[in-house]
């Protein structure tokens, strides 16, 4: 039997109260939260409350069927079909019935009437009346239509839902960062710096994406492929299993001659991958079974390996979509995994940012990126207009949803959702603890790369360094500016989070309010001989005309 998380049941219970005012309605759930899981548990709660009606399951590729099977079943429905030429099966008398969109839409009178339609990867569905998903919705007239998806926009249209667009409204949105931090998501790391990279600057886009044949010429290079696959393997020696994305079958076909100078456990697939070897490459990959898996265009969606601990880019686009989709491969967590490492050769990371917060590229969408950012920044107000409950800042009286765990106006941290501050103690239980004093020393890293080094003094005499990659591209640059922004409010206290076997712990600073009186020193980039560091018994004025970053000095009481 499966168990739903706490953030999933959340969503399937902001689904029924959604309904109550909607009739198409999308949830936003990020790669690797259970997808599944949430479909099967927003039918199962529909059934309970209407146990004579009858659910459809759409999805747009044969492989999520199964899956999706799988979790009903879990969940204790019994009455399950699916409805699928490729897979052979036409199972059209079930009271839940899964269902590719290809099959059913050539023919969406075969399984009967349904009042209540679930869509998986539901960005996908146009408005114009001659898709194959507004086919299936024409003919079978459903009373309510539900979506789920990590991406909630298109490339040609922006925002799927809201004024004049199908989705009527969002029901929820699943932060990727919360429940990441709750231990249901592996965290994802960048290395400091990637030598290769795949030059795109010379391939056309062609209707939203990189010309294929000019992608694999530029991709597929001996030279550039021997150097992606070095540099993979020097940086990969103590990871598990690998997962490459490659843009063609010639491409990849380079790529596994390549990989086979440096290690025979390869797996490889592509869509003409028999469908009995495939099953049989995917249950050996959940074992561990290879340590690099080289695939084009069938390990994007709904794919379960969470021994992944390896993504390897060598594949560019410009689907946002996608680029989130691929990334997530690598997010599942596993017993033993404590991150996934991104290798990004194809400058994906660089091109849309970080996965939590993608955008799209810069004059290559008709997206609204406006839109987007509201939406993204919005921390659910605008899920159902009118009745999103808010909350104050008691930093600076700024307003918010009330779920919001950081106000976007200046930083401060709500702990347990609330608006109380957390005593020392209680602080100090959850990693957390009070600075005194934060130094900054500019340096370089064996391999070349610029950095900047970040020693945090806490009030247990214990001092944490971290080092940041302001002039790295891609998601080190956004981390690095996320970091001093805070610092530039005024950090006040540190998380401080530790695994076992780690050597480095993670350090996140944070702007808390505090009882206790004590002054920060910020940080100083400043390049001169001698010393780079400032005591926390530096004068402010000495502080801020030493300060190339202009950060300010804080006093907190």
């Not at 030429?85 to 050539?106: C, F, I, N, P, W």
């Not at 029901?171 to 960048?190: F, Q, S, T």
Request: hydrophobic share 40%; aromatic share 8%; charged share 20%.
């Amino acid at each position: 039997m499966i168990t739903l998380r706490p953030y999933q049941t959340q969503m399937v219970e902001a689904f029924a109260k959604a309904l109550a005012r909607f009739e198409r309605v999308i949830g936003v759930a990020p790669t690797a939260s259970g997808k599944s899981i949430i479909i099967a548990g927003i039918a199962k709660r529909y059934l309970d409350k209407n146990p004579d009606h009858r659910v459809l399951i759409l999805t747009h590729m044969g492989e999520l069927l199964l899956q999706n099977e799988s979790k009903l079943r879990g969940l204790g429905i019994k009455s399950t079909g699916v409805y699928c030429a490729g897979m052979g099966r036409k199972e059209t008398t079930r009271q839940v019935t899964l269902a590719s969109r290809d099959s059913l839409g050539r023919n969406p009178s075969a399984c009967g009437h349904f009042q209540l339609v679930i869509v998986d990867e539901a960005h996908l569905v146009g408005e114009e009346d001659a898709t194959l998903y507004q086919r299936i919705f024409v003919c079978i007239q459903p009373r309510f239509i539900v979506g789920l998806t990590g991406t909630p926009w298109r490339a040609d249209n922006g925002l799927v839902y809201g004024k004049g667009k199908f989705w009527q409204a969002c029901a929820d949105r699943i932060e990727m960062e919360a429940i990441r931090d709750a231990g249901y998501l592996a965290p994802y790391v960048l290395p400091p710096i990637t030598r290769t990279l795949i030059d795109t600057s010379s391939v056309k886009v062609t209707a939203g994406e990189f010309n294929s044949k000019q992608l694999t010429i530029v991709s597929s290079a001996e030279t550039v492929v021997r150097a992606c696959v070095s540099e993979w393997w020097m940086q990969a020696q103590d990871r598990r299993s690998t997962l490459f994305f490659c843009c063609s079958r010639a491409h990849a076909e380079v790529v596994v001659r390549v990989l086979a100078e440096y290690t025979h456990s390869i797996a490889y697939l592509d869509g003409t991958t028999a469908k009995g070897e495939r099953e049989h490459l995917m249950n050996a990959a959940k074992g561990g079974g290879y340590r690099a898996i080289v695939n084009v265009g069938v390990l994007t969606t709904g794919v379960d390996i969470p021994v992944l601990d390896c993504i390897c880019f060598l594949r560019a686009t410009q689907s946002v979509s996608l680029y989130v989709q691929m990334a997530g491969r690598g997010l599942r967590v596993c017993e033993g995994k404590t991150d996934c490492l991104m290798l990004d050769f194809a400058g994906n990371f660089e091109r849309f940012g970080p996965i939590e917060h993608p955008r799209p590229p810069k004059g290559k969408s008709k997206i609204d990126v406006s839109d987007i950012e509201a939406m993204l920044a919005a921390e659910g107000a605008d899920l159902l207009p009118g009745t999103a409950p808010v909350k104050s800042c008691p930093a600076c009286d700024h307003s918010m949803h009330a779920a919001a765990t950081r106000c976007e106006n200046c930083g401060h941290v709500f702990f347990n959702h609330g608006s109380q501050t957390m005593t020392s103690a209680e602080l100090a239980q959850a990693g957390i603890y009070q600075l005194m004093s934060i130094h900054g020393e500019e340096s370089v890293t064996r391999k070349g790369a610029a950095c900047f080094i970040v020693e945090y003094r806490t009030e247990c005499g214990k001092d944490y360094k971290e080092w940041l990659f302001p002039k790295t591209p891609g998601y080190q640059k956004w981390l690095a500016e996320q970091k001093i922004a805070v610092l530039r409010r005024g950090a006040t206290h540190v998380r401080v989070l530790l695994k076992d076997g780690e050597t480095y712990p993670k350090l996140q600073p944070l702007k808390l309010q505090s009882s206790v009186p004590f002054s920060l020193i910020c940080l100083t980039s400043e390049s001169l001989p001698g010393d780079k560091t400032m005591s926390a018994s530096t004068t402010r004025r000495e502080a801020l005309s030493a300060m190339p970053w202009d950060l300010k000095v804080s006093r907190t009481s």
